[in-house]
């Protein structure tokens, strides 16, 4: 510690130093939120340099803790710190902060900047990604822990605002913590009564502390936000109360949003614009600082310097994963590849030799059944397979013999998220962030709206995460409308990086599954039936072709038809080739389980596929629209569904959309009577 | 009431006939969920036999109770109220449950079935449009009631289930309306601590009285929800605590899931699954139930009938209306007007007046701000609009001058919704349905995904939402890719009945907004630019077209190319479009603020646009795939993002993405050169 200042006197250099950062850089980009990290500086003063435990020279060390800013648009309080406690993260970027390449964009994102966990922005994700790494540290705990051998043992801290607050994936995230009893999950709540549109006052009367304590949260209410002795005290009580069974904290802190500046501290008018140079030298004659724009004084950065301690509490973890390894040398190496997010060795040759054993079954079911099959044939070969339910759990058959329950007291394989889609989404893209695991999280198709933001979140991030989202169409049948999928397919393949996988069959949907495990830079979304698929037979060449997401499946020779289907829609298809064979057309049928993947294949592969200028006809039971694509260069239809659909048992409902043989027969017609 | 039977006796012959109805309709169709109806009968016999103020002859009675029954699955429950109230649905129709064309589908559907109020089934909704039914009741209220003439005086129920619950939009409808003392809304709990997976001490362990209280709720905890006599005294205290302060009132009522099944009864297995004829059998016999399937005695009949009640209440109110007219004529045709959601005598003379003054105008701006205008052009003539903002007033610009705030204690016209975009959504949908208001609510459009499903349901119940979104591309620049829209604009075009209007100047702002408002039959979602977008000058023939969604902004005889376009892009096709005409390249531009109207006019309309076989580049600042429809017919070429945005100045992002006329050009060049 520096000589010439009281312990106290540093922190509030230390703060002012991230508040002036955060200035100067909004500043200096004509945009940003400079409000937040002006409130929330001794907060981080205290949790930075006092308690988190990382190393700056190795961001990716498993056993740090993990920290996530869920209020991201305070970006700069993180760039900030990432830059002084010593990551790669050159003052130079901080000046560039939110311009075109910089290592410092508008909200943090993952995998861009070093140190950023997760990316933030959209509300209340952080807070539920949070639940999802500190489930995973617990459950990487009890199964790799050893007695007098710890080698995973770090907290995952979250900042959230009033705003990640009032969304309601707080509510889910919150409930699912509090019943799953995450106690190394410790959050701070900024509470500074102010969101955009002003005092919060008129739409936000929640008692916050009363409502986690409802949640099984441990409270620590009414800390001094601008305290950092405060703050400290509060989080050495958390850490005290962090048993088993405490349950995740809460850290309450009042603060003031843009704290420094005389004319906007406590007002909505900080939270989103730059202060203005006025009213940047105003602040700086305020708090007494007199550094120039991103001059930073050596004993801040000598306080928040982590690279001292970080490196001998990495050197400590070091040696306790040495003894480890010593001793449970196969545990040690495994935990190695599971963090590294490795498959296992020889994983290739076993997806081949099962994709070619479920072909020799020739089964008829449903693919979320052939799905249920196809989990509980990869989950010895890979135990880092993590799965779970919204609460369908036998609908979307995501359990599997063995999995064992995750529960408070008890560790296992299968999550029931309770009925919280999207938490569970967000949850699903912290756990991937973690490492360690390749979760998977169900519900109904239809239900993807719930979790559609993160959906996205997991293809925006990279994360492999598999959205398993059965029920894929109006042949759930009685639920009706409200639970018939129409326009989700197209809807979803719209998802930049995302692969929507629809099999057709069991072999398939089990190729389905080792392409979603197999991808390590972005998520799969498989669309399940509810109802039975015939098994479709193949050549070879058709069975190799699956990883490819679009193959053909039965061919003629020159065949004046392409008939394109995807899932439940392949074996219609094939009972209109056989018709049309036997009047002497010539038909091709090509199964399209994957469009995105199919896309990413050479242009003469795909030209081979579907040769230009012969006639197409797409046939899926969901929205036409984004078939066209797939029709151009060559006469086209499609069928499709473009209206809601009904209640009523499924066969009826294929017959009055038109998905019989005898209706699919007359548009093939059409189109090839057509001019 | 009849004198063989005690009152106890007469209510647990309803609450049996209700039961025995819903498991005979589910056995009857071989699936359903009969578990719900047979845990909640005697709450319903409670509030529908003692409370509920409601005239079956007449479904649309302004000031009749709403009913939402949250936990749509227990549709049955819904269904055999409505039938032996006296709503015209006859026992053939529940014997038809879940069948092809019934009046009874698998969940409720409003418009479909007499008396349902809303369409539920995606959990947690119902709640979040109870809650604005409960807000536009006292909204109507403050407006049109004056001293001695109550005329907007009714109650809004909710049944909801622990899946409800777990919803992360239970948090924002509760948070919302305990902030907004919605003091006329009671809500049921249905606490049967039973969920699909099971019991939900694994995943729910919210305390729920405790987070309703911390919301602003007025609990009664501990009800016996299968004591007739114990809901009646609940609902009487929550009628009683009913002051203007009082906050909604939440009924706890621990319950029995499937009770009177001796095998089932208490387990997930009775949620959503026929009992099967042994156990439908066996629960008879444990009831004492000795009518066959559909049998209902007269007792049950007479003592569920609701005409008698229902006519003398709803009389009561006709002469209290009378009264009302008398003395205040035209609020009183005013009123009639609102609740008919007529516009009001000239409205499309105005429209044209006001369009053809913003084409005067030929201003430039961001079409956010020209729908601010638009809005306040129109407010004065539409005293029903209702607008908000989920916590980005000034940024969506939803406000007017003179607009007023809603507040728990002070009416107004422009709703603070808090960061709840998914609440906000349902919410709007409750508003719309209870009738009086066009409400709108906005965001940025990336986080439509946030409200998704709610937008869904606005378009499945055909309800006049005007969803507005800002900030529609890239162009918002340097917030980045989280807050860039990229997949939004055509998925959102996606969701059948949903009318997607993207304008490119502010004319086109201004006959969106109107096209909006005189929708009857839908909602629309305006998705309005961050940037300044400049005014397109045109002819009166373009200036008509504007309502068919897609016309011919700027002509050339006998064009080559035709360029289509949406909102910001509109601009960079005129450019492009100048530049090769200069070339000797005839151009055609085609605006198309809105696909799916342009979809709805006529074959020779839609020929005329986009003549066959003229080369067709669209441009728009989305994803691509969605066009390839409009080129069907023709050679085209897209230009689009395929890929998520950046956090850079806007400029940077759209030279980056191609966006410039140069880059246009280039391929506009490329496609007239090809084979």
Redesign the interface.
């Known amino acids: 510690m520096n000589m010439r200042f009281t312990q106290a006197a540093i922190d509030t250099l230390c703060a002012d130093a991230l508040r002036f950062l955060a200035i100067d850089a909004v500043e200096a980009?004509r945009?940003?939120h400079p409000g937040m990290p002006m409130g929330m500086a001794e907060i981080a003063v205290a949790l930075w340099t006092r308690h988190l435990r990382h190393d700056p020279a190795d961001p990716a060390w498993p056993d740090r803790d993990r920290f996530v800013l869920s209020n991201?648009h305070g970006s700069m309080l993180l760039y900030a710190l990432l830059h002084l406690s010593g990551y790669d993260l050159p003052l130079e970027e901080l000046k560039r902060f939110?311009?075109?390449?910089?290592l410092t964009?508008?909200?943090p994102?993952t995998g861009h900047t070093t140190g950023v966990e997760t990316?933030?922005?959209?509300?209340g994700q952080g807070l539920a990604n949070a639940v999802g790494m500190a489930l995973a540290e617990k459950l990487l705990a009890a199964e790799f822990n050893r007695p007098g051998h710890t080698i995973v043992g770090h907290r995952t801290w979250v900042f959230v605002g009033?705003?990640?607050l009032?969304?309601?994936?707080?509510?889910?995230a919150a409930?699912?913590a509090?019943?799953q009893r995450l106690s190394r999950l410790i959050c701070f709540w900024d509470d500074n009564r102010i969101?955009?549109?002003?005092d919060?006052a008129?739409?936000?009367?929640?008692?916050?502390p009363?409502?986690f304590?409802?949640?099984?949260w441990n409270v620590i209410p009414a800390v001094d936000g601008h305290d950092v002795e405060a703050v400290d005290h509060a989080i050495r009580q958390a850490l005290d109360n962090a048993g088993r069974d405490a349950g995740p904290t809460l850290i309450c802190c009042r603060t003031t949003i843009g704290r420094g500046s005389p004319a906007k501290a406590g007002s909505a008018d900080v939270h989103g614009a730059p202060l203005g140079a006025a009213e940047t030298a105003a602040t700086r004659a305020a708090l007494g600082w007199h550094h120039g724009p991103f001059e930073v004084p050596d004993e801040v950065r000598a306080a928040l310097d982590a690279h001292a301690d970080g490196h001998a509490r990495h050197e400590e973890w070091k040696a306790r994963m040495a003894a480890y390894a010593a001793a449970y040398p196969e545990l040690a190496a495994e935990f190695g590849r599971r963090m590294r997010g490795e498959l296992p060795g020889g994983f290739a040759v076993l997806a081949d030799a099962l994709v070619a054993g479920v072909h020799d079954e020739a089964a008829t079911m449903a693919s979320r059944k052939a799905s249920q099959l196809a989990i509980g044939r990869l989950a010895g070969a890979l135990p880092e397979l993590l799965g779970g339910?919204a609460?369908?759990?036998?609908?979307n058959l995501t359990d599997w013999p063995g999995c064992g329950?995750v529960?408070a007291d008890q560790p296992g394989r299968h999550i029931?998220?309770?009925?919280?889609?999207?938490?569970m989404g967000a949850a699903l893209n912290g756990i991937a962030l973690h490492g360690g695991f390749i979760p998977f999280g169900a519900t109904f198709l239809?239900?993807s709206?719930?979790a559609?933001?993160a959906i996205?979140?997991s293809?925006?991030m990279k994360q492999r995460v598999i959205h398993v989202m059965t029920h894929d169409s109006i042949a759930l049948?009685?639920?009706?409308?409200?639970?018939q999928p129409?326009?989700h397919l197209?809807?979803l393949?719209?998802?930049?990086?995302l692969d929507v996988w629809r099999p057709c069959d069991a072999v398939e949907t089990q190729a389905a599954w080792h392409a979603a495990v197999a991808r390590r830079d972005g998520p799969t979304l498989l669309a399940l039936s509810r109802q039975n698929l015939p098994h479709q037979p193949r050549d070879d060449a058709a069975l190799q072709a699956i990883p490819r997401g679009g193959y053909v499946l039965a061919d003629a020779a020159d065949p004046v038809l392409v008939i394109i289907a995807t899932g439940s829609e392949v074996a219609l298809a094939m009972e209109v080739r056989l018709a049309l064979q036997a009047e002497g057309v010539a038909v091709r049928v090509v199964s399209m389980p994957c469009t995105s993947v199919f896309d990413r294949q050479p242009d003469d592969y795909r030209a081979a596929v579907l040769p230009a200028g012969v006639p197409r006809l797409a046939i899926e039971a969901a929205?036409?629209?984004?078939w066209?694509?797939y029709?151009?260069g060559a006469p086209?239809a499609v069928v499709g569904i473009?209206?809601?659909g009904?209640?009523?048992?499924a066969d009826?409902?294929l017959r009055?959309f038109g998905f019989t043989a005898g209706a699919v027969l007359a548009r093939a017609r059409a189109l090839l009577a057509a001019p």
């Open positions: 980009a945009s940003g991201g939110r311009q075109f390449g910089s964009p508008g909200h994102e990316t933030t922005g959209p509300l009033d705003g990640c009032m969304e309601g994936i707080s509510h889910e409930g699912f509090g019943v969101s955009i549109d002003g919060v008129g739409w936000f009367g929640d008692d916050t009363a409502r304590r409802a949640c099984g339910s609460d369908l759990t036998h609908s329950a529960r029931n998220w309770g009925v919280r889609e999207f938490g239809v239900f709206d719930y559609r933001s996205r979140m293809a925006l049948g009685e639920d009706g409308p409200t639970h129409v326009e197209p809807s393949r719209l998802i930049p990086d929205r036409s629209d984004g066209w694509k029709l151009a086209g473009d209206r809601f009904a209640s009523a048992p009826e409902l009055h």
